[in-house]
């Protein structure tokens, strides 16, 4: 009777409870010292493996990447060389229509100032007007001398000549008109700053006719189609990559 009284406890019998089991296999690992260190050795190569694998992608990654570089580098420099030829260009036209514009403008003031002059000059003699017959000295391209004489007998020979003197000789007497307040400045009888008009305005017609043509000219080039150059790739390189 006393051999079957004895309860088997679910740990001791093999289809035991779940804990039964996890308790036996910490018994297991506890006798045997070598199970654990496998697993921990196999652990270790599994993340020696990864570390492998990271690696090697790593440098995949990096080798396409400079592929890449490679194969961009020659475009990007293109392009770079491109645009700087065009921000040249772009320059070199910028500064020789603003030359040409500067030019054409300063003679135009020129001759302006030049007949706003010559009415002054005009108005200040017919304002205090003298009379007087004039002996021609000297004639050149710019500056015809005559010397007359004043009612208080003096000598006058205008330093800056006589105004509009065209075809005065020399040794020629011709009437002259004088500013009582400036016997300096003299003009031929009859003549006046109308004169001075059709020269002015004949220079500045043919000034700013030159100044289109090359202004068109400018606009020209800047609005031509632009020939881009193209990039020859050896073959060689080609197989390679």
Known sequence: MAEDAVVSTPGDTPGGTPGG???????????????????????????????GDGTLDAAVR???????????????????????????????????????????????????????????NDFKITARPGVAAAEVMSASYNRT?????????????PRDGVLYPGGLQVGQVVRVEYDQANPDLVRVAGRGAWLTLVPALTIVLVVWAVAGGVLWLLHRAKTRPRREPVMVVDSSDLLRR
């Open 21 to 51: 089991t996890a308790v036996d296999a910490r018994a297991a690992d506890a006798a045997d010292p070598s199970t654990g260190a496998g697993d921990k050795i196999t652990g270790s190569a599994g993340a020696t493996d990864a570390a």
């Open 62 to 120: 990096a080798s396409a990447q400079a592929e890449a570089d490679e194969l961009r580098g020659p475009r990007f420099a293109q392009a770079r060389a491109v645009w700087g030829a065009i921000r040249t260009q772009a320059r070199d036209l910028r500064r020789a229509t603003l030359i040409t514009l500067g030019l054409a403008c300063l003679v135009t003031a020129s001759c302006v100032i030049l007949v706003v002059g010559a009415y002054t």
């Open 145 to 157: 001398v005559v010397r007359f004489s004043t009612p208080d007998s003096a000598v006058r020979v």
